[in-house]
């Protein structure tokens, strides 16, 4: 089901079509989703919530590491792609190469283009072009505490206190002649 779900914008393009016959209202929102948590879970449910479909893009590694930096993406996008199609809300994704989903919004014209409550709506890519045909741009408020940047520092603080720690207990362990099992 998950594999489905996953789609080229070739593909997106005629199911897209085939939907608007259906009057069918498309929400469309993008991101990395480098480590998927309950922040993202969140985020998607209530995008899904404002239309009847949701296309997913997710930014691909070589867009990842443009814009995060060169130790992102911790998970490479097939398996952030079967993350995120895996999560019910979640009816499409497709990846995208690009620093920005410009190329897909212009292609699939969603009725409602969405992202997270840090953008400003004049701001956020495609805004102009989805206003320009009577679209909808909305941004979504994020739960506080849930980013993958705060897990990853939170990682690495937990590793650093507990290398520290083995540090000082090899240390009094050699002081006291007793030796690592």
Known sequence: MTANKIKTLAQI???VF???KENK?????NGCFDILHYGHLKYLEKAKGLGDILIVGINRDVSVKAI???????????????????LQCVDYCLS????????IIREIKPDVLVKGGDWKKEDIVGY???KSYGGDVRTIKFLKGYSTTGIIKKIVEHE?????????????SRKRGLTRL
């Not at 190469?97 to 410009?102: I, M």
């Open 96 to 103: 995208f190469k690009e620093k920005t989903p410009a190329r």
């Open 128 to 130: 102009k072009f989805v």
């Open 13 to 15: 393009k005629k199911i």
């Open 25 to 29: 209202k498309i929400v469309f929102t």
């Open 18 to 20: 085939l939907l608007r």
């Open 68 to 86: 995060k930096g060169n130790f992102r993406p911790i998970n490479r996008c097939r398996e952030r792609m079967a993350l995120v199609a895996g």
């Open 160 to 172: 650093k206190e507990r290398n520290t720690a083995d540090i000082r207990c090899q240390y009094k």
